[in-house]
């Protein structure tokens, strides 16, 4: 029934109700009811006043809306690119990312422009509910203890009071498939603590030297040194080529581990182990040493300056119980840059340095090529994938 006809009816209904007995009322509550499709509550509502009769062109009761459909394709478009973000996250990223949209699609109405920036994270997330995309399954675990160096390398639980970058933990994500039978790449993760700056890598298989030599480089791409090293139990870093990597210098790096089986004494890199790894390769099996060349060039050329410098991420600052309740509250959201700079332990060479490679970068264009790049990989060997969504 269309709304017209609906309000003619309800009008004549009101009128036939007010000069009825009980059981007449009843009749036509019934005949409400089943023509408009209502609870017998609503219609009673109706057939006295209590509800307006929804007259064709009336506005639905609440506030008018602020943001349409200009605002709902900026987010989306940004959204998109930007790795599918939260609310909160996307609201910090926008300052970040509108310079580069106006730069492709051109240059905003200051109306517009003004809005976007001003919009809660609660608004974000609700004009992008309709295009949320069910995240997909778990993967298997590759970690694979390694008790040669346990009693040597001793147990961290929880890193606290960390007030300079370089205390970082790592871990290894296993692209096996459904298998972990044979050989296949591994993605390893490093996280700063302080700032969330995050360094991805890949290797063919997870042999102590070749990982190793993973580790030294990605120390050297690290714009701080590293602190402490905290891993899980897994045998490619429980190994002695990585113990006098970190102890044979004159200044020794603290080389800590997680308890057994205790993913969350770690839980930043087991993060970005989604947000980094995950949402970019999927849970396909990569089988193909050709792959792990590719994902490694991928992960340093384009995927971490993407992430370091226009992700904005969010650290958990207190945790507390509250009956049968756990509640978090976290900090403003701002980019790994953002953090070190904050820092003020970086030395102001490195930070400008820094803010010159970030100024030569596009996020749109980066995104470009790490997609380019993606299809290649995943279409390379005989097993192929599809990536998942975020």
């Not at 974000?124 to 399954?137: E, S, T």
């Not at 993407?306 to 509250?322: D, G, H, I, S, T």
């Not at 976290?330 to 100024?359: C, H, N, V």
């Amino acid at each position: 029934m269309s709304q017209e006809s609906r309000y003619e009816f309800l009008l004549v209904a009101r009128r036939r109700y007010a000069g009825r007995g009980r059981q007449g009322r009843g009749r036509l509550l019934d005949e409400v009811c089943a023509i408009c499709g209502v609870s017998r509550k609503h219609a009673i509502k109706l057939m006295r006043g209590q509800m307006g009769l929804g007259a064709p062109g009336s506005r639905r009761g609440g506030p008018r809306r602020r943001y349409g459909p200009e605002e709902t394709a900026v987010l989306k478009a940004i959204w998109l690119a930007a790795e599918q973000p939260c609310g909160k996250r996307l609201a910090a990223a926008l300052r970040l990312w509108l310079p580069h949209y106006e730069a492709r699609k051109g240059r905003l109405d200051g109306g517009l422009r003004d809005r976007l920036l001003a919009m809660s994270p609660a608004s974000i997330d609700r004009l992008l509910k309709p295009c949320r995309v069910a995240a997909g399954k778990r993967a298997r675990c590759g970690t694979r203890p390694g008790t040669l160096l346990r009693s040597q390398i001793p147990v961290l639980v929880e890193h606290r009071d960390i007030d300079s970058p370089g205390w970082i933990e790592a871990d290894s994500v296993a692209h096996c498939g459904d298998s972990t039978a044979g050989d296949h790449v591994w993605s390893l993760t490093f996280t700063d603590v302080l700032s969330q700056w995050t360094e991805n890598r890949a290797c063919f298989n997870r042999g102590q030297y070749l990982v190793c030599q993973r580790v030294a480089a990605m120390e050297a791409d690290l714009p701080f040194p590293i602190l402490g090293f905290d891993c899980d139990n897994g045998g490619e870093f429980l190994n002695h080529h990585l113990v006098a990597h970190f102890h044979g210098r004159e200044r020794k790096v603290a080389f800590t581990r997680s308890r057994p089986y205790r993913k969350n004494d770690n839980p930043r890199v087991e993060q970005k182990n989604w947000t980094h790894v995950r949402q970019l390769v999927g849970y396909g099996r990569l089988g193909d040493p050709r792959q792990a060349e590719l994902l490694d060039a991928l992960y340093r050329q384009l995927w971490n300056p993407w992430r370091n410098f226009f992700c904005p991420a969010m650290r958990l600052v207190e945790k507390r119980r509250e009956g049968s309740k756990t509640l978090r509250r976290y900090d403003r959201p701002q980019t790994p840059f953002e953090r070190l700079k904050a820092s003020g332990k970086i030395e102001p060479a490195k930070i400008a340095e820094l803010g010159r490679q970030m100024d030569r970068l596009d996020p749109f264009e980066l995104k470009a090529q790490i997609e380019s790049r993606l299809k290649a990989i995943l279409r390379w060997g005989p097993n192929r994938q599809t990536r998942i969504a975020a």
